[in-house]
């Protein structure tokens, strides 16, 4: 059978593509790359069919557009509420945290060295317990404070 060839623009009209997307398709091997008379329709056309038949491939141009934009918008609304104040660096987190966790350890080594005298004079346990539970919940009003600062005393 002698083959029928035809100039790339006319198998891009013949498949409803681009002259360049019919190159590109010949440069990543879906299409025979054409002979110096063009493009063989008898073999170009059942392979671009086959191409567009397979199922589970994304070939759409315009959908892998449409999901870079949304990622792209997906980036720019993180970074938008990044600069408002909304979203916070792990870092700057995980500071926080350790600041906050040497307080609470702070404050309660603390305890002992603080109320030692008083508890050690008292015979009642009743009176001892309630040194010792408002020294804790002392401490703990502290470290309840805004933002990492101290809430001040009444």
């Known amino acids: 059978m002698t083959p029928f060839c035809v100039p790339t623009t006319q198998l891009a009209r013949l498949l409803r593509l681009t002259s360049r997307r019919v190159q590109q398709m010949v440069a990543i091997g879906i ?40 990622v792209e ?10 600069r408002e104040g909304e979203l916070i660096e792990c870092a700057d987190v995980e500071k926080a945290q ?16 603080r109320i030692a005298g008083l508890v050690a004079v008292e015979h009642d346990q009743a009176r001892c317990f309630a040194i010792i539970q408002q020294e804790i919940a002392q401490v703990l009003d ?7 600062e101290p809430q001040p005393e009444a």
């Not at 069919?49 to 759409?60: C, Q, T």
């Not at 502290?142 to 990492?148: F, M, P, Q, T």
């Open 31 to 70: 299409l025979p790359k054409p002979s110096k008379a063009g493009h063989d329709v008898c073999v170009a056309v059942p392979k671009y069919l086959e191409y567009v038949e397979r199922p589970g491939e994304s070939r759409n141009l315009s959908e892998a557009r449409k999901k870079k934009v949304e």
């Open 73 to 82: 918008t997906k980036i720019k609304t993180l970074e938008l509420r990044r």
């Open 142 to 148: 502290e470290l309840a404070g805004v933002n990492g």
């Open 98 to 113: 350790f600041a906050a966790y040497r307080r609470v350890r702070d404050g309660l080594q603390n305890v002992a060295a």
